[in-house]
Each structure stands twice: as C-alpha cells, then as structure tokens.
C-alpha cells in the first residue's frame, strides 16, 4: 500500500512538472494582461529542440537551453505582433500552435528521419540523500530530475518576485491599468515584452522536460494538449503561483491515476480520467468569477498615447 | 471623397491584394526555410503544384480537402461576427460527427431523402449544443470563451475516444476502434464520377449563402453583426448582447458539428479517434485570410484545400514533409493579422501633411 502511494505521488509530480514550469511563466504573461495561447507550439518547439540541442551536445541541459533560446526567438515574435502590433492575441497563439505543428514535424524529419527513435543524454534522477530517507514522501518527491526541484523551488521565488518586489507589482499594475501605468512613467510594452519572453522560455524548459524527463525522444505531436492544460492551471490557480502548483499535482494526478486505474479492475473507462482536469477547470472559473486575479486588461492591446 | 468616387471593382481589388502579398510572402518565408533545411523550394513547390491541378482527379481533391474547412471557415467567422473567438471548433467538429454518425448507423430502412438530411440535422444540433454551452457559460457564469473553448475541445476528444472504444465500437468489422459504417442512406452520393468529390459541395455552397443571407438580409443578422462589432452601439440600440451571441455561437458551432458529421458521411465513413487533426484550428486561418467575407471565406477554404492535397504528393515526390503547409499556414495567419504592420501609418500621415504644408 505504501509503495502504491510513493509511486503515485513520484508520478503524479513527474506528470505535473512540465505543466507546473509552463504555467508559472503563463502568471507572469497573464498578469502582464497577455493570454498566450501559443504556449502549446512553443512547448512543442521546446521539446524538439531540447532533442536537438541534446543530441549535438551530448547534455541535457544545454539541450534544454537550446530549447530556452529557440524559444525566446518565437516569443519575441509572438510579442511583436501582440504587443507592438497589437493583433489579437489568441490569433497570433493560434498561428504560433500551427506554425509550431510544421516546424517540428520537419525539422524532426530532417534530422531524425522517419520513426528512429534518437539516442540522446536526458534528465537523469538525482537522489537527494538525506531528505530521500524519509518515508513515503521522500522517494516520490526527493528522488526526481533536476528540473523537477527547480520548479518546485521557482514556485516560492516567483510567488515572492510577483507579490512582494516592485518588479511584480509593475506587472500586475500593468495588467489591471494600462493607461494609469503609462501616466507614472512606467514602460508597458517593455514588460509585456518581458513577461511574454519569460513564459517562452519557461514553456520551452517544459516541453523539453517532457522529451527529456519523462521520455527519452521526442515524437510529433507530443505535448498533445499539455500547454493548454497549463493555461487551465493557471486559471484553476488563480493566477497565483501556489494555487498553480496545487492545480498542476491535481492535473498530474488525474493522470496518474489513469495509469494507475487501467491496471486495477475499476471499471471507470481511463478517458474519463483525462478528462477530469477540463471539467474541473470549466467549472472553476465559473465559480470564481468574482474573486478572480485575473488582470483587468486581459486580451486587450495597449495603445500608447 | 475621393474613395467614394472609385467604382466597385477597384475597391473590390483594394481589398483583395492584401490577402494575395500575405500568401505569397508566407510562401516566400517557407520557401526559404526549406532552403535552409536542405530540401529544394522550387522542386517542392511544382510537385505541390502538380499534386494539386496534375488530372481531374487530382484538382477535384481540392475541393474534397476544402469542404471541411469552408465549415470551420464559417464558425470561426460566425462567431467572430459577433465579437466572440471560437477555438472551439474542434469539439464542435467532434460532437456533430458523434451525433452524425449516431444517427447515420442507426434507422435502417428510411429513404436517403429522409436518413440523410435527418444525418445532417443531427450533426449541425451536435455542434450548435457545443456552441450554446460556450455561450451559456459565458453569459450565466462569465467564463471566458478562451478557455472554455480550448477545454471542450479536449472532453470532446477523450469523449469520441471513449466511444469508439466503447459504447459505438464496431466488433464486427475488426479490433481497430472505430464505429460501424454508415449506412447507405445517410452516404454522401458523389458527384463527380471517378473521383471522390461528393455532395458536401453543395451543402458548403448553400452554407455560405446562408452565412451571407443571414448576417446581411436579416435583422437578426444585423443585431449579430452590430454587437459584434460594438456591444456598446448595440446595447444603446437596445439590442440584447447576450441573446445574440448565443444564437451566433449556435449557428457557429453548428456549422462546424455539420463540417464534421459531412467527413463522415463521405470520406471517412466510420467515426474514428482523431480523423479530423488540426481541422478545427484550420478554420481560423481560412476565415481571417478570407476577412469573415462568404467570398473570402469559399476562395480560401479552396485553398487551404488545394495545398492540403497537394502536399502529399510534396511529400512522395520531393520528400518534403506534408506538415511543411502547416508552417505556411501559420505564417499566412501572423501575415493577415499583422496588417498594421504593412500600412505605414506613420509614413503616410508625413507625406500628407508635406503636401498639405506645400498647398498652403
């Protein structure tokens, strides 16, 4: 029984940590008043380009570096054309995500070729030795890739930078009154800019996380649907890093348990398991509604006076 | 003044070439991209073009990959019409060919005058319920359509997923999950003989014109199109905001459920996990390049279809991957979108005010 427990935890906050790293760098960007919807082809890029840099470096983590830089370059364009341009934003994500679906899908191609599964350096578990002792909860938490402990320290850290430095408080200002920030001398393209690129490079650590961490290639169409799960976290969390991380582990466990289900005899059919989090979602946001952080300007390009 | 001089055809023209330089930059950029990825444009680009217009056979493809996207097409436009983004096309898509092909496997023996259209209806009702819960948690809890959409997308697909592995799965036929075949009188007939263009043509024709008369020729129409473009206009008109959102989402949402139920009842036939791919995300492309005009939309959607189809022969003869078209699409909506950045604002109010100055 303890053991079921231990590897259901140790799933569960393997599953969640790429939705936890993207979604912390969507509270950024959804603070900042951007909904970024093109998060999903960024991971995406991200988890290819994770393979790539791995495969030609011979490291992980200048692999996923590889997929940092790759994917500042696309937020950069993403922001031009929501912020300096001022499209619409789900739009530009939509062009992102299609773009995104052709850039890997070639590239993977032309490097890889077809259906050869790449021989490449991935995350490997580090065991943390004394905190790994305790029972239950050490081997499922202190037993994890690099990158699982470092989202889970960024967690703190950006709830600290966001609520309590002038940093986020001109983020979130910029969010909620756009206008009102531009009267004090406070520059809103630059941080939308800014928070823009942040969450790129965070959904590129992600997605290279799930090349990486939880597999060992990339395959087309991997993240299939995770960066909008990562949006719905960020929702469910309201817009906090806390309550993202809280969504992310009930995200994972719907997941993990969908594993864990198809091997016991209870008949709930595994769809529905994966279904869960979007119900669940869809339902929270309509019950918070009004104690919601969501940023007043949400969606809306700012116009410089 | 001066516009209001110019004769149609020439604004008509203004408007198009917009859309043109968007597609053949994005073409250009993806040209060179190839490039850079070692495989030949040029070589790429005839065979796509051959793949595409090389027989009869192939060029009336065109038109069978475009019939689901003048659906998707039209949903996103519907919807945007009246001021909301539909991403959720995808599962409206999903549920009409649910509802679709429940209705198609079932009650043998009717007449297809009957079966079919009642095939048809179904898969429109299928969508448009997709649609007016969208609407109905917007205007009842506030819920952003963003995230509403994007997340009945995925219950939409685990959802066809359970049922082709369950409750619709056809044991007869063989272990792969997919439903029973439709039956023969809620088929599609083809129209055009040897090739597999079918009746879905006409159906995407009448759906056009039925997108024009609506939003043109009624009144209904109008509130949807003023609320869209300024609720504010519109409340002070007395026009109910919610009201009409919900019956555009409907029709929105219903055009897509339709789009879905008619690639079941002519090119795929059975019900399967994930037939449609990226369809519904496709719409979204079609109906920006073609403005949210039924014109537009029609030339568009024939379009996307075109490179769609001739992308597989792409792929055989040139080795370039199919998903290549995707990289264009994706460009040709950042293109569109990104109209301001071609206008030249900036410059062109320096240029008038010079000449105003050298007047005076």
Aim: with cysteine; glycine share 10%.
């Amino acid at each position: 029984m303890i053991e079921m427990i231990t590897s259901f935890l140790s799933t569960d906050l393997r599953m969640a940590t790429p939705l936890l790293i993207a979604a912390l760098g969507l509270v950024y960007c959804s603070r900042s008043g951007i909904v970024n919807i093109g998060v999903e082809g960024m991971m995406l890029i991200g988890s290819l380009m994770g393979v790539v840099g791995s495969y030609y470096t011979g490291s992980a983590l200048l692999g996923a570096l590889v997929a940092i830089g790759v994917n500042l370059i696309v937020s950069l364009v993403f922001a031009f054309f929501a912020v300096t341009i001022k499209a619409d934003q789900n739009v530009i994500g939509t062009a992102i995500n299609t773009f995104a679906t052709g850039l890997t899908v070639t590239v993977n191609r032309v490097i890889f070729g077809v259906g050869t599964s790449q021989n490449i350096e991935v995350f490997e578990r580090v065991k943390i030795p004394v905190l790994s002792e305790i029972p239950i909860i050490g081997e499922a938490v202190f037993d994890q890739a690099i990158l699982v402990y470092i989202a889970l320290i960024a967690v703190p850290v950006l709830w600290f930078i966001l609520m309590k430095t002038s940093l986020g408080l001109k983020i979130r200002s910029v969010g909620e009154n756009p206008q009102a920030c531009d009267t004090v001398g406070i520059n809103v393209y630059r941080v939308r800019y800014g928070t823009i690129l942040f969450s790129g490079a965070l959904a590129g650590l992600a997605g290279a996380y799930v090349s990486m961490g939880q597999l060992n290639s990339f395959t087309e169409d991997m993240i299939a649907g995770r960066g909008f799960i990562a949006l719905a976290a960020v929702v469910l969390g309201n817009y906090m890093p806390g309550g993202v991380l809280a969504a992310t582990l009930i995200f994972g466990a719907a997941s993990a348990l969908q594993y864990r289900m198809q091997a016991t005899a209870i008949s709930v059919p595994y769809q529905f398991w994966l279904m869960l989090p979007y119900v669940i979602t869809i339902i929270a946001i309509c019950l918070y509604r009004k104690s919601s952080n969501q940023a007043a300007s949400t969606g809306k390009p700012y116009n410089k006076q | 003044m001066r516009k209001a001089n110019k004769n149609k055809l020439v604004r008509f023209l203004e408007e198009l070439y917009y859309p043109v330089i968007a597609v053949v930059v994005a073409i250009l950029i993806s040209g060179l991209m190839m490039q850079a990825l070692g495989f030949d444009p040029i070589n790429a680009y005839m065979y796509l073009f051959q793949g595409a217009f090389g027989s009869v056979a192939s060029f009336s493809e065109n038109f069978v990959k475009g019939i689901p996207l003048v659906f998707m097409g039209l949903s996103f436009a519907m919807a945007m019409r009246s001021g909301i983004i539909n991403l959720g096309a995808t599962g409206q898509l999903y549920i009409g060919a649910l509802f679709g092909t429940f209705v198609g496997t079932h009650f043998a023996g009717l007449p297809i005058f009957i079966h079919l259209p009642l095939t048809l209806i179904a898969g429109f009702l299928g969508g448009g319920l997709m649609g007016w819960i969208v609407s109905f948690l917007k205007s009842r809890f506030g819920a952003s359509e963003l995230i509403t959409t994007i997340m009945l997308n995925n219950i939409a697909i685990q959802l066809i997923s359970y049922m082709v592995t369950g409750p619709m799965k056809d044991n007869a036929s063989s272990s792969f999950p997919q439903s029973a075949r439709i039956l023969e009188s809620a088929e599609l007939p083809i129209i055009l003989e040897g090739t597999r263009l079918h009746a879905g043509l006409i159906i995407a024709i009448l759906a056009i014109v039925f997108y024009y008369v609506f939003l043109w020729w009624t009144r209904r129409g109008y509130e949807v199109r003023v609320v869209g473009a300024n609720r504010y206009a519109g409340i002070y008109a007395g026009m109910n905001v919610r009201k009409n959102q919900m019956i555009a989402m409907m029709i929105a949402g219903g055009m897509a459920g339709l789009g879905g139920c008619i690639e079941i009842l002519s090119v795929q036939t059975r019900l399967m996990q994930a037939f449609a791919g990226n369809t519904g995300f496709d719409g979204v492309a079609v109906a920006l390049l073609g403005n949210n005009t039924p014109v537009g939309i029609g030339v568009s959607a024939f379009l996307f279809g075109m490179l769609n189809n001739g992308s597989s022969t792409m792929e055989m003869l040139a080795r370039v991957p199919n998903a290549m078209i995707y990289m264009i699409q994706g460009l040709i909506i950042l293109l569109v979108v990104g109209r301001n950045m071609f206008r030249f604002e900036g410059i062109r109010k320096k240029i008038r005010r010079k000449k105003r100055a050298k007047e005076a």
